[in-house]
């Protein structure tokens, strides 16, 4: 029932939120019609939260951690300047047809370089200070690219970290081992005083954490 009423308040959402435009829509569906998990995919109010967010925040570099088809990607580049640069990174190099298709036909390609690879291995290369980072890959990392990412976001810039009430396992008596991790890494930002934070129950959860 619950389940049920969530449904019908989250199609309500939908249809009261200003709708995708054709690229986000196509790229919805194929996403849905060609990929085994498409509910990694963020979705239309996430991914207008996400576009909002940036266009609030203006932010001149961007980074992604996790691709995917790249429907986050499409979001967050909407308020990236014009002069900025989105970088995501995907570990599965299978996903880039898809996700290459829809930047080309965006429109903004030339402001997003995606790399394929370890996103372990690949952040700590980065020569960057982000304004906003979207922290979206293996939940059960997000202690260790905390550590990495924060030193590359600039003071008062913000991470958005998603996923974690992990379906509301997060407070199961008896969690599951991403759980346990999700919730370590809850009470490691929160206890951090070098940031400030506040969680959005909003879908799976965002940590919405911002560099003092
Ligand atoms: C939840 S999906 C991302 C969804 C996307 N951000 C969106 O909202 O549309 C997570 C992605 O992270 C990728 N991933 C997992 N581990 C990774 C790693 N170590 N480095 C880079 N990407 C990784 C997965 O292959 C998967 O495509």
Known sequence: MLQDNYTRLYDYCVEHSTPMDEILYELDRETHLKTLAPRMSSGPIQGRILSLISNLLRPKYILEIGTFTGFATLNLVRGLQPDGELITVEVNAELQHISHK???????????????????????????????IFL?????????????????????????????????????????????????????????????????PLRDGINVIRKL
Do not use: C, H
């Open 102 to 132: 829809y930047f080309t036909k965006s429109g903004y390609s030339d402001r997003i370089n995606q790399l394929i690879g370890n996103a372990k291995e690949i952040v700590p290369e980065l020569d960057y200070k982000f304004d906003l």
């Open 136 to 200: 979206d890959a293996g939940k059960k990392d997000y202690p260790i690219y905390y550590e990495l990412i924060l030193p590359k976001l600039r003071k008062g810039g913000i991470i958005l970290a998603d996923n974690i009430l992990w379906s509301g396992k997060i407070l199961d008596e008896n969690m599951d081992k991403t759980s346990v991790i999700l919730d370590e890494f809850n009470k490691q930002v929160v206890e951090d005083s070098r940031v400030e934070n506040v969680i959005l």
